[in-house]
């Protein structure tokens, strides 16, 4: 079994002191705490405050906003601009010539045979067409008999 030694060490013993300055320093520090979130609560309000911040930031609101505002129109002008543009003689002529260049150049890509599954859903599509339009011609063209 092991065995403690017996050795007692001496520790300084402070004089109790008196609770008077204890309390009168528990009384500052809570005083100093309630300032302390007091100013926080305020700035938190005031953070908050919208009205207050756009008072405060004047010179930065506006200039965001003519920002944000110069963008938005400068953004709506380029595309009236650019659709112009395009629409233009010149430009759907250029387009025509760059169409014709992309058919010479890759002609199988023109005129693609469809495949079966492709011809059974057309087939299908004109079937029902005529089906439709049938029906409506007869009840345009004998409204009457329908009614029973």
Not at 52 to 58: E, G, I, T
Not at 103 to 108: G, H
Not at 120 to 127: D, F, L, P, R, V
């Amino acid at each position: 079994m092991a065995e403690a030694t017996g050795r007692v060490t001496e520790t300084k013993v402070e004089t109790p002191r008196a609770p008077q300055p204890i309390e009168a320093d528990i009384v500052r520090r809570r005083a100093q705490l309630t300032r302390l979130v007091g100013e926080l609560n305020r700035r938190g309000h005031e953070l908050t405050d919208v009205g207050l911040q756009v008072r405060r930031h004047a010179l930065g609101v506006t200039a965001s906003v003519l920002a944000v505002g110069a963008i938005v129109a400068g953004s709506i002008a380029l595309r009236v601009w650019r659709a112009r543009r395009r629409n233009t003689l010149k430009a759907r002529s250029g387009r025509l010539r760059e169409a014709f260049g992309r058919m010479i150049d890759r002609p199988e890509r023109v005129a693609v045979e469809p495949s079966a599954t492709q011809r059974i859903i057309g087939s299908a599509g004109s079937a029902a067409a005529a089906v439709l339009i049938k029906a409506a011609l007869d009840r345009l063209i004998r409204p009457g008999q329908h009614a029973r």
